[in-house]
Nanobody, 123 residues
Framework: QVRLVESGGASVQPGGSLRLSCSTS????????MSWVRQAPGKEREFVAT?????????GYQPFVKDRFTISRDDAKNTVYLQMNELKPEDTAAYYC???????????????WGQGTQVTVSS
């Protein structure tokens, strides 16, 4: 069973930093690209960053977080991280990690999500 569990969200002041974590299980973590997506109140989910798995690809960021956020992964811990620096009020959102894969016993590629972790940036 594919499982994603985010943690690390908090309330911080503008300019502050947070490190989000997403612990995973139920699939071969190193094989797959992992992404972070966020959703602000009243808005649709938006892509934040992605990091490739062993299959290759490129690390990528949305322009609004580039040079402030860093995505990384620890394949030994089956965990993906999002280091967020210079946080702004507009970064306030629920942050979700995401993987797209075909799970064991399934016949389709699907998106899997965690429950999300809330980041609030306010003075």
């Amino acid at each position: 069973q594919v499982r994603l569990v985010e943690s690390g969200g908090a309330s911080v002041q503008p300019g502050g930093s947070l490190r989000l974590s997403c612990s995973t299980s139920g699939f071969i973590f190193s094989d797959y690209a992992m992404s972070w997506v966020r959703q602000a109140p009243g808005k649709e989910r938006e892509f934040v960053a992605t990091i490739p798995g062993d299959a290759g690809g490129r690390t990528g960021y949305q322009p609004f977080v580039k040079d402030r956020f860093t995505i990384s992964r620890d394949d030994a811990k089956n965990t993906v991280y999002l280091q967020m620096n210079e946080l702004k009020p507009e970064d306030t959102a629920a942050y979700y990690c995401n993987v797209n894969l075909m799970a064991s016993g399934d016949d389709k590629w699907r998106d899997y999500w965690g429950q999300g972790t809330q980041v609030t940036v306010s003075s």
